[in-house]
Structure formats: structure tokens, C-alpha cells
């Protein structure tokens, strides 16, 4: 992937924005993120770079195909430890802050399995 979390963090609050509000400027996501303005430009323009993200001529930001890739797997682990979290008993402010980190760290296989042995629950 050759991503840092902190640019796996900005696709997926991209993705969030764009399913909530259907188009994202740099201002929603540092607002979303809590970090600064020229935090965010420094980001997006590292992520154009590395072809994961677009920007048009009105500065709305637009996933591209890896991009949204990414984001899309960075946030189906996000939800699936945060539910797992809440539902083992975890405040919910502290399990959105924990699958936030596990997230990034877990492999793909041992999530694909982790996923597979809790749907085989259900």
C-alpha cells in the first residue's frame, strides 16, 4: 500500500464526508480530523502525488480508484472493531479511538479471518 495511517486517516474521513454530504473541500476534513488547514493541504497534496486523490477546479476533493480503495478498507475495519468494541462492553468514544489504531496495524489476512470467524458466529 505504501500509505502512513495519517494518510489512510485523510482517505477514509474523505470517503465519510463524501458519503455524508456528497462533496468534500479540504476545510470539512480538517474540521472532521481536528488538525489544521495547511495540515490537510500538506496531506492532499502528498496523496495527489501518490495518485490516490484528486482535486478539481472548485478545490472539491475527489477519490480515485486506489484511493478509494483504501479508504473504503480502512473504514469497513474501523466499523468492524468499533462495533466489535461496543458490543464486548467498551464506552463508545474509547472504542472509536481504539479501532482507529487497530485499524492500521492489523494485517489483511488476520482481519479477513478475524471477520470470517465472527460472521461464522452469527
Do not use: W
Amino acid at each position: 500500500m505504501g500509505l502512513r495511517a495519517s494518510g489512510e486517516d485523510y482517505l477514509e474521513a474523505i470517503l465519510v464526508l463524501q458519503k455524508q454530504k456528497g462533496v468534500v473541500r479540504s476545510v470539512d476534513v480538517a474540521r472532521h480530523l481536528g488538525v489544521s488547514k495547511p495540515s490537510v493541504c500538506h496531506a492532499v497534496a502528498t496523496l495527489r502525488e501518490g495518485g490516490f486523490l484528486l482535486m478539481d477546479e472548485d478545490n472539491f476533493l475527489h477519490l480515485t480508484d486506489a484511493g478509494c480503495e483504501v479508504a473504503e478498507q480502512v473504514y469497513e475495519k474501523h466499523r468492524f472493531f468499533t462495533q466489535r468494541l461496543i458490543a464486548a462492553g467498551v464506552d463508545p468514544k474509547t472504542a472509536e479511538a481504539d479501532a482507529c489504531r487497530i485499524e492500521h496495524v492489523i494485517s489483511e489476512e488476520s482481519f479477513q479471518r478475524l471477520k470470517a470467524a465472527v460472521e461464522a458466529e452469527s
